[in-house]
């Protein structure tokens, strides 16, 4: 929003020069009542207006006039209150509007049952501090793909997924980072809260109840779903997480995403796959190869899981197979992993094994 706020005083003093295109305005009575109003003449205007108040932390008597279109400013407040997490205070559902001569003047809503100001504001503090915790621990010297992947898994690994509301705040970036218990919305609220943060271009796609991110890397978008690697192995499994939507392409997204712009204002092109998680991490098999598979069991040998994901179903098949029969016994042993340390699971949608070292996440949680 750094344009917006740039373009909008040229704006303000366009205004002042043009004033008489706008008679019913020009009484000394009404110049009176609108003395404390903004002028906001389009979308983008009124966008920054909204915007600059809820900044400040003010959502009563926001006035304006100028807004040819009355009937799009339900609108405009949502699209603010969407493409700022920070703003997950204000429930944007209900909009209340008054309109006395010569200005618009608009109330919104807090959520969780109009709590005190002091009281929305601890909780950006809040949100704040568990960002600043993630981006402090992300190792020195990462590449930038690896500080979006580290941000991703600490999200993931650190958030369960809450099939009903807990409260006003479960399905936002407050629910995500904080309680740690959220839903789609609240996941996606939260990675492009940090990457934000960071400097990253990053926003929120949603389309048929369900929310997922989209983010720029060198001149290219890419689409990451965290909800979606989120998922529910069961109780026995601690790092039930995956990559499975990390850093895709459109290609890859579209088998169970709607792609299609609906309400959103911006639909990227994600034509590229170079990013995906499998494909840097080498673990992405497009055959069944005993050595490359080794390979990569070696790299991540000190981690609490590998990934291996695969092209085709046939070798995705043959690699079970190969597991379940002890055919990848000795590719382990050479990766000098305790054989007695693993579990496997499989993800048949994704084709993607899992290899979970259950004995080194049963010390890592005991201390």
């Known amino acids: 929003m750094g344009i917006l706020k740039k ?40 966008y920054q207006v909204i915007y600059d108040h809820l900044s400040d932390f003010k959502y009563d008597s926001i006035k304006f ?14 699209r603010v209150v969407y493409e700022h997490p920070e703003f997950f205070w204000i429930d944007d559902s209900f909009l209340g509007r008054s309109y006395p001569k010569g200005y618009t003047d608009m109330e919104l809503n807090l959520r969780g049952d109009e709590l005190p100001i002091g009281r929305i504001k601890e909780m950006c503090d809040e949100v704040s ?10 190792p020195v010297g990462a590449s930038e793909w690896e500080k979006i992947l ?9 958030t369960w997924y809450q099939d009903g509301d807990e409260d006003d705040f479960t399905d936002t970036v407050y629910g995500c980072l904080v ?29 048929s109840g369900h929310t997922w991110n989209y983010i720029r890397l060198d001149g290219k978008y890419y689409w990451i779903d965290l909800a979606y690697d ?16 990390f850093m895709c392409d459109d290609g890859h997204l579209s088998e169970n995403h709607d792609l299609s712009k609906g309400d959103n204002r ?21 055959e069944y190869n005993a050595d490359r598979i080794r390979k990569v069991i070696a ?57 979970l070292l259950g004995q080194r996440i049963e010390e890592k949680t005991s201390n």
């Not at 989120?230 to 939507?245: A, I, L, Q, R, S």
């Not at 911006?266 to 497009?286: A, E, L, N, Q, R």
Request: some cysteine; glycine content about 6%; aromatic content about 16%.
């Open 230 to 245: 989120d998922p529910d192995f069961g109780e026995d499994v601690y790092y039930n997480y995956t990559h499975n939507y």
């Open 299 to 355: 790299k991540h040998s000190s981690e609490e899981q590998i990934e291996i994901k695969f092209e085709d179903e046939k070798d995705y098949q043959d690699a079970i197979e190969g597991i379940r029969h002890g055919v990848g016994a000795i590719e382990f042993m050479k990766a000098d992993i305790d054989l007695s340390e693993l579990s496997y699971c499989w993800i048949d949608d994704w084709l993607v094994i899992k290899l």
């Open 7 to 46: 373009l909008f005083p040229v704006m303000a003093v366009l205004v002042l020069m043009c004033g008489c295109d706008y008679d019913d305005y020009d009484s000394e009575e009404t110049h009176e009542t609108r003395v404390n109003a903004v002028y906001a003449n389009d979308d983008e205007a009124l």
């Open 179 to 207: 309680n740690g218990r959220t839903q789609s919305a609240g996941y996606a609220q939260a990675f492009q809260y940090i990457m934000e943060r960071m400097g990253f271009e990053c926003g929120m796609f949603s389309n």
């Open 129 to 138: 501090e568990q960002a600043d915790r993630i981006i402090h621990n992300i």
């Open 266 to 286: 911006f639909v990227p092109k994600c034509d590229s796959f170079d990013k995906y998680f499998y494909i840097v991490d080498g673990s992405y098999m497009t």
């Open 150 to 158: 580290f941000v991703h898994d600490e999200i993931v690994k650190n």
């Open 65 to 78: 006039y100028g807004y040819p279109d009355d009937d799009k400013v339900f609108d405009i407040v949502q």
